[in-house]
């Protein structure tokens, strides 16, 4: 089945530690996942994605590996800021298209 | 995202009454998506279109109904069948034939009383 499970679900960091989260997904997965971004009120913003055929991604202070073994994926967000403070979602694709989302992680910066 | 619109953001109405939600995209994709949203719950996906004149049933399907009869625009109505109307909606779409992105509108909040 689709199913995508992220942990922890609350994460305070210290402004300018590292962030980790992790999601773990079920067989039938595809070859691709998305983290997405919100902020309280809008709408979620991709922030950065990688396809199966790698292992790790980075964009600046954000880095995204996949382990496909284990089937779990993993957003590190490094020198964290406050404006990072937000909800994360993780996703993983799925038959037709289809993304399965997470529930969320809320990451607060402290500064 | 800039290019996909919902309107209006914020939606009260009365239990018992339809309501139609409003997706617009001028971004030429493919693929929409309607996502309803509530605190804890992520985003748990309604209705997609992979292409015009053509939507299949999602996760959470019962109480909602779709069209698709033009590429830019999946409307989504919120029928007095829905138990539980009262939720943030968000749109999103994707150009689709192997690109995954989907990027999403600013949602609907709806309020049913």
């Known amino acids: 089945g689709e199913n995508v499970e992220q942990h922890p679900s609350t994460l305070s960091v210290q402004e300018g530690d590292s962030a980790v989260i992790k999601c773990t997904y079920s067989d039938s997965a595809s070859n691709y996942f998305p983290w997405y971004k919100q902020e309280l009120g809008k709408r979620p913003q991709l922030i950065i994605d990688?396809?199966?055929?790698?292992g790790e991604k980075k964009d600046q202070r954000i880095a995204v590996t996949l382990n496909k073994t284990a089937k779990h994926f993993s957003l590190h967000i490094t020198e964290t800021q406050p404006e990072d403070s937000a909800v994360y979602f993780c996703?993983?694709?799925?038959?037709?298209?289809?993304?399965?989302f997470g529930k969320g992680n809320q990451v607060v910066v402290i500064p | 995202d800039g290019g996909i619109t919902q309107s209006p953001k914020y939606l009260f109405r009365k239990e018992g009454q339809n309501v139609t939600l409003s997706c617009e995209q001028n971004?030429?994709?493919?693929?929409m998506y309607w996502y309803r949203q509530d605190p804890g719950q992520g985003l748990r996906l309604i209705y997609y279109s992979q292409i015009v004149n053509d939507f299949q049933k999602g996760d959470i399907a019962e109480g909602y109904s779709v069209s698709r009869e033009k590429k830019e625009s999946f409307p989504l109505t919120v029928t007095s069948a829905q138990k539980n109307p009262t939720a943030f909606y968000l749109c999103a779409s994707s150009a689709g034939a192997g690109s995954y992105e989907q990027y999403f509108g600013p949602g609907t909040r709806l309020t049913v009383t």
């Open positions: 971004l030429n994709h493919d693929a």
């Open positions: 996703a993983a694709l799925y038959g037709n298209n289809r993304l399965a």
């Open positions: 990688i396809r199966s055929n790698v």
